[in-house]
């Protein structure tokens, strides 16, 4: 799942800036890493504050959150079994939204 989430981040981000946004590890995402892409530094990312990450195969974005409860969030893609994924910063952990399709 670390490489579905891996992509670049742009427009504005948190300070000085959130170039990209990956997590490490291949069995626990435990960390987020944002680079600051002008001194070319990792630095350990814990929030999104008041902003919402979108990521897919063909872009990202970053932008706020205006929807009540969608701030601090990344959005993924259908990457398991065709249910859209997100992880919050909130609670620290992976979840599922819409798994079941009424078709």
């Keep these: 799942m670390a490489e579905a ?6 427009g504005e981000g948190i300070g000085t800036g959130l170039g990209r946004l990956e997590a490490n590890g ?22 999104l504050e008041n902003r919402m990450m979108y990521l897919s195969p063909g872009g990202s974005f970053l932008e706020p959150a205006v929807a009540t409860r969608t701030s601090n969030k990344i959005y993924m893609p259908m990457i398991q079994d065709n249910k859209n994924v997100f992880y919050s910063f909130d609670t620290a952990m992976y979840h599922i ?3 079941r399709w009424l078709f």
């Design 26 to 47: 291949r069995r626990s995402h435990d960390e987020r890493k944002g680079l600051k892409p002008r001194i070319m530094v990792w630095h350990r990312v814990t929030s």
């Design 5 to 10: 989430i891996r992509d670049k981040a742009r």
């Design 97 to 99: 939204f819409f798994h």
